[in-house]
């Protein structure tokens, strides 16, 4: 595996490749790899194309000092985990190399509704730095196609929005959530889990599960009250417990058989915030 610190070296390397005609499939991260993440490596693999990742925390996307000083970084084993999967080639840049000009976001993105809800109204300015960082890493990889994760379902939405806007050249794969035997959805985050936390933390999952099979046997404001009492009664400070049309993430009061719908919570246990859907 290759591993490029710098834009310079990595467009250098890219562009001779593509010269020859090869594909290219592009899987940013944070790093602090897990199986979720090599999933998304090995749906990349399933083209004949270069498959590069990339590591990186991204300072604008977060909205609490805490939670990125405390971001699991394990560069180390990371490397080791995608030169084993067969990853052709990392991108591992400094901020400075992402960032040549600052931070600030000089345009802000229209991400219109999509920002006013859930993530959006939570975790404010959050997807600005998540569109903000992703464009400009599909700047430098200009990738055929771009591997993202459906643990991240509103995120997803969100750089289809900016993709479009953009009018970007780039093709949007969207790979199901990878989850522990418990249902856990696999988060670099769980690493900060108490063993008592982890211990609980499958609740989330065994909530979503219970909104998908009572659907249609009970109104979902009733599913809704059950798992936040559950979820509290187990510690948890649940942010939001919703239904929502899948393709536009319309907040939903109710079960509605004629749409595709999504269910989704976010939630702390301790100070560590997990998300999770699932489609119903
Ligand atoms: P992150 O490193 O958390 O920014 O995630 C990088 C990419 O991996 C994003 O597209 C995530 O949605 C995806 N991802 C994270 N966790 C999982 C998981 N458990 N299953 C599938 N994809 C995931």
Redesign the pocket.
């Known amino acids: 595996m290759f591993i490029f610190k710098t834009v310079k070296d990595i467009t250098a390397h890219l562009e001779a490749q593509r010269a020859q005609g090869r594909l290219i499939a592009f899987?940013?991260?944070?790093?602090?790899l897990?199986k979720?993440?090599l999933?998304?490596l090995q749906a990349a693999q399933q083209l004949p194309a270069l498959t590069v990742c990339s590591i990186f925390v991204n300072p604008t996307q977060f909205n609490n000092a805490t939670d990125l000083e405390k971001y699991p970084r394990t560069t180390e084993q990371d490397i080791a985990l995608l030169t084993g999967a067969g990853c052709d080639v990392l991108f591992l840049p400094t901020e400075q190399e992402v960032y040549p000009d600052g931070k600030a976001v000089k345009e802000p993105y229209d991400l219109g509704y999509l920002e006013t809800v859930l993530e959006g109204a939570y975790r404010p300015g959050h997807f600005q730095g998540v569109a903000q960082v992703v464009e400009r890493l599909l700047q430098i990889v200009k990738p055929h196609k771009l591997?993202?994760?459906?643990?991240?379902f509103q995120?997803v939405a969100v750089l289809r929005r900016m993709i479009d806007t953009r009018q970007l050249a780039v093709q949007l794969e969207s790979?199901?959530?990878?989850?522990e035997p418990d249902g856990l959805?696999?988060?670099?985050r769980n690493r900060r889990l108490t063993e008592s936390q982890r211990s609980v933390a499958g609740l989330i999952y065994q909530c979503l599960v219970s909104i998908q099979s009572k659907k249609g046997m009970q109104p979902f404001a009733v599913i809704q009250k059950e798992c936040r009492e559950l979820l509290i009664h187990k510690g948890f400070r649940p942010d939001y417990i919703e239904l929502a049309v899948a393709d536009t993430l319309e907040l939903l009061p109710d079960y509605d058989p004629s749409r595709k719908m999504v269910a989704l919570i976010a939630a702390y246990i301790g100070e560590i915030r997990l998300i999770d859907n699932l489609v119903l």
């Open positions: 899987v940013p991260t944070m790093g602090a897990h979720g993440h999933s998304l591997y993202l994760g459906q643990k991240d995120q790979v199901p959530t990878t989850r959805a696999m988060s670099s």
